[in-house]
């Protein structure tokens, strides 16, 4: 009995939850500020849960986890750019960026679907390199792109585009600050959460329509869909449209609660730590659910989050990064080197 | 018109370098010294990936841990203050050890993971990289005791970011450097004034025999058995895990030496940067000189070694010249590398597919 | 007392998961001698080589009973390369070649010739250099044995499967110790010359002091080449007799041959059923792997069972995936007089076929899925069925969960509720949901492919019986493709048997086993015209 609670937990996020207790207990036992970093961790975790959202649907329709998401955040960097570029401002330019960038992602996610459907078996290694190849080639684009806008722009005669703009004043913290309220000492992004939750509740009736359905058929089981009369690769294509619009989308909610939108290499390992997430939640390269992503979204970044100010005081030194590049990548590892599916019902 | 088709990579790679070296501007001799010194230092960490190729485990982006294991010896003969060119030989031997273990490791996981080698290999590049950064930052002069505090950072814990390897920079390169003299005739004078680093380029060579004596060797029959198909080499009683954690051992300790030889010529390591890029660069070398995921042969590292590296040369100077911006040149290579990769891993799933319908 | 015999095997017997494969089967074979293993799908033969050859697959499901002696030595095999060590050679079913390495190679593989180097003196053998003039030496030697006069460092892709299969028998006849050579359906694949050539290579094999067990569907092959003939049926050994002593007819019989008693048998008098035919297949060509089809006609009429039997490979399972849309196909086929479109699924789905597949886990279910959804996973996507109504439609989960309750009692499915992943299940069960599935399509015509391979007795016969029941009550046409020629007799009104993809015949349940059995064997033309001759 005890052993199969163990197994539906999982062992990595066993470990990760105890590890996360623990770095609360410090944290209390240091007398760090616990409402700040408990406000932190809400809007840490609305701010990415869209991103790890977006891997569900290629990971349901078989494709697994979506290394691609790069081809979707670029696009929602241009819409982001483009709504400063045009001068807009607060909700304008927040429904301006993800105006643009949702069909802009979709566009891209068919292409990057087409790709998929030429690479069955290997989708997470071409989707890595082919998400990073595009991410380089973007670099380009922001050095070499027409805009003008002086928030943007080098001030003094350099090349192109920012690392990093800043949206003061634009829609920093637009959705985070709406209907925020606080508990004591912890903020709640009540916005950023209703956005979220609201994300969730769609996905969840999409992947319950017919289509849906068809998605999570193809996904199971190939050859069961394709004897059911269904067409495998407009599913998984359908499929990628969806997780490129949403990583799109989802990176503009991310820079307006970060307050920067960070352009050039920022994108580059952005789909690892969706995927990481997502993997911490206890989904497997095959199968995930919303409460997975969900819980994997908030394991994570409650982790990062608190993290760093642990131990700057327990060590005077900046672990925290480290952490994640060992926990996201090891989690990775993990889910790969496990057997596919469980063991024969035999 | 076959071998056009046969060697589409190479050739789209001779044009765009050609083209780049026209806008670059660049002088023959500097570009020649140049890419000299790279195919010296480069080809090395290129050639350590065609065995696990040819072992049918692709393209081996750990050898990342390779590098790392070059760089912990690397460290060592710093610390202990070993120099010259028994500093250098000193950090090879060392290099050994650290690099058979990770060798070993990663062909364990490797074998957990068999059709995702290069995924894992990739991914386990980025986890060992934070594994050594925590080594590296956190563990030294904490756990690991060092007495030269100018290699540490200022609060005495962690290597700083760059450690000055001049103690045995150049120790090969610089024997029997030589430049060619007295030759007059065109074309060929030019070689009267490039530097030639005969001592590596030797050692370059004897590896490159010893690869092909390998392949002439039981343990190098069985490499291309379990290549062509593991279970039929399984049923000739061929221990196929361990034939490919062998292979995957050889790749890595070749990585850790070339990692070696090509920090003697930069004459010091980046400590958190020197080996990230390893594996792509090395990678998209191979893949550039016409290698698959599948297939790779001597030349076609050589020639995708000095490909890339050619276009490593010419790309800032002719992007400024052409885009007046140099760095769109250096983020042309970088988007090159990514991209030949993505794009050979492509057609070769895509053949693969296709060969099963 | 006579030479000892090169192999005895003595009462073998083997159990997977509590079903009986093997009974107490007992032969001997002598030195320079050919022993042939007749018998049908699932007979034994299989699990009798993989004992033979040490498979790790026997091993691993608790080993087996009896003893095996070579050259009157009691041995155990635990593993292939133990057989290889003991002279025992094996030709598979499937070539085991590298396509990239030369013949050479491949006849040496694992075996090269080496010398030893500088290297090898410090780390081993494995740095040993190859001797490849000694390695081509030997394997000329070998191809020359038995009449392969290519050139040895030919690389085996391209090369012809006759080719192959000779390379085959040279690796196992340059293994200088071979005392022992297993043919595993070695004909199967070849032409009729090849066949001819093998046969004659066979007579080199054997003058050289080796003896073959050799295994084939091809019956005239058997009485030409063997010295003994065994008959294996259901695990059990029904005859050990000899070419001189026997014809095609009687172990054709033997092969079949079981006792059926007539009240088993349900299929109804052909006369009862009238003439109207719900599906006309017309010159069918299906491209299946393994199990190709290569112009069969044959008519269905509405309301019978009808059965496709015929050995594996011979292309039975080709006719319903083919008409179902999973395998490319040509042809005509007409349903109820209308044309259907081929290679196309959802077509047929919409037409009133569904399709049980005999590739149960990997076609049939959806393994990590609910037993309810895998119920109607399929009709949601083709009927829309068991969706909520209104403008967004989304999955139904209480009418499904009602559906599927219904279903589990009335197919008897044992689980511990409709939410339970059916990779839990037993492959009866798998199997009931994988019939709930395709009655849950209301269809008028009903394929099941296989429907009780794997499965244990009881759900055998609940299933065999529900089949029966949905014919009689409800009228459903069912095409019921098996290799268990029992199970087709016993429910069946008709029986076509297949033959290297075309259609030898129809039988009725009641013919003789001699029928059923030349049937199958593809001798049942050329023997009924030797008789009316």
Known sequence: MGNSLLNRIGIPRLIISLFLAFLVASAFSYGLPMGQIFGAMLTRFGMNALLVLAMIPTIQAGAGPNFGLPFGIICGLIGATLAIELDLRDFTALFFAIGVSVPLGAFAGWLYGLLLNRVKGQEMTVGTYMGFSIVSLMCIFWLMAPYTSPEMVWPYGGDGLRVTVVLDGRMEQLLDKLWSFTIGTVRIPTGLLVVTAICCVLLWIFMKTRTGLAMSIVGSNPRFAEASGLNVNKYRLIASVISCAMGAAGIVIYSQSYGFIQLYQAPLYMALYSVSAILIGGASLQRATITQALIGTFLFNALLVIALPVANVAMDSDISEIMRVIISNGIILYALTRKEVGGDAR | MKLIQKNIVPIVFIILCTIGFQYSGLSWIFFANDLMTRLARNSFLVISLIIPVLAGMGLNFGIVLGAMAGQFAAFITVVHNLTGIGGFFAACVMAIPFAILFGWLTGILFNKAKGKEMITGLILGFFANGIYQLVCLIFIGWLIPISNKALLLPSGVGFVNTLDLKIWQYAIDKFYVFRARGIDIPVLKYLNNINIPVLTLTIVVLLCIAVVLLFRTKLGQDFRAVGQNRHIAEIAGIKVDRVRIIAVIFSTVLAAWGQLIFLQNIGNVQVYGSHVQVGTFAVAALLIGGATVSKATIGQALLGTVLFHALFIVSPLAGKNLMGSAQVGEYFRVFIAYGVIGIALALHAWQRLVKKQ | ?????????????????????????????????????????????????????????????????????????????????????????????????????????????????????????????????????????????????????????????????????????????????????????????????????????????????????????????????????????????????????????????????????????????????????????????????????????????????????????????????????????????????????????????????????????????????????????????????????????????????????????????????????????????????????????????????????????????????????????NGLTIIMTSSELAELRSICDRIAIVYQGKLEGILLPADSDRDFGLMMAGEYHKFHEKEAV
């Open chain 3, 1 to 473: 007392m006579t030479a000892t015999a090169r192999l005895e095997m003595r009462n073998i017997g083997k159990e997977y998961y509590g079903n009986r494969v093997l009974k107490g089967v007992s032969f001997t074979l002598g030195t320079g001698r050919v022993l042939s293993l007749v018998g049908e799908n699932g007979a034994g033969k299989s699990t009798l080589m993989n004992i033979l050859f040490g498979m790790p697959v026997i091993h691993a499901t608790g080993g087996f009973d009896g003893e095996i002696r070579l050259d009157g030595e009691k041995v155990v095999i635990k593993s292939p390369e133990e057989a290889m060590k003991l002279g025992i050679g094996m030709v598979h079913q499937e070539f085991m070649l590298l396509p990239g390495f030369s013949i050479t190679e491949n006849i040496k593989l694992n075996r090269e010739t080496t010398k030893s180097s500088f290297l090898s003196r410090l780390f081993g053998k494995s740095m040993k250099w190859l001797d490849m003039p000694a390695m081509k030496h030997d394997a000329r030697e070998s191809m020359d044995a038995i009449g392969l006069g290519i050139d040895e460092m030919l690389p085996v892709k391209g090369l012809p499967v006759g080719h192959m299969q000779f390379v085959e028998i040279a690796r196992e006849l340059d293994k200088k110790n071979i005392r022992l050579l297993v043919l595993d359906e070695p004909t199967a694949v070849l032409t009729e010359n090849d066949a001819e050539k093998l046969l004659e290579a066979m007579r080199i094999l054997t003058d050289k002091g080796i003896s073959i067990l050799f295994i084939s569907h091809r019956l005239d092959e058997v009485m030409k080449a063997s010295d003994k003939i065994v008959v294996l049926r259901d695990g059990e050994q029904i005859a050990e007799t000899t070419p001189s002593e026997t014809t095609i007819e009687k172990i054709a019989e033997l092969m079949v041959g079981r006792k059926i008693e007539s009240g088993e048998m349900r299929g109804r008098p052909v006369s009862s059923i009238r003439d109207e035919y719900i599906l006309q297949i017309k010159d069918l060509h299906v491209a299946m792997p393994g199990e190709s089809v290569k112009g069969v006609t044959l008519d269905v009429k509405q309301g019978e069972i009808l059965g496709i039997g015929g050995l594996a490979g011979q292309g039975k399972i080709g006719i319903p995936n083919g008409i179902m849309g999973l395998f490319p196909s040509s042809g005509d086929v007409l349903k109820n007089g209308l044309p259907v479109r081929l290679n196309d699924a959802r077509f047929a789905l919409d037409n009133g076929m569904a399709f049980v597949s005999e590739d149960r886990r990997g076609t049939g279910l959806l393994l990590d899925d609910s037993i309810e959804f895998n119920i109607v996973a399929t009709a949601t996507q083709i009927q829309g069925k068991y969706m909520t109504q209104g403008k967004i439609r989304i999955l139904d989960s209480k009418g499904m969960g009602k559906y599927a309750q219904q279903l589990i009692k009335e197919l008897d499915i044992r689980c511990t509720g409709p939410s339970q992943l059916t990779r839990r299940l037993s492959g009866g069960n798998q199997q009931k949901v994988c019939i709930a599935r395709a009655i849950t399509l209301a269809p008028n015509l009903l394929f099941v492919s296989e429907p009780t391979r794997g499965i244990d007795i009881g759900a055998k016969k609940l299933i065999l019986d529900h089949l029966v029941k949905l014919n009689r009550e």
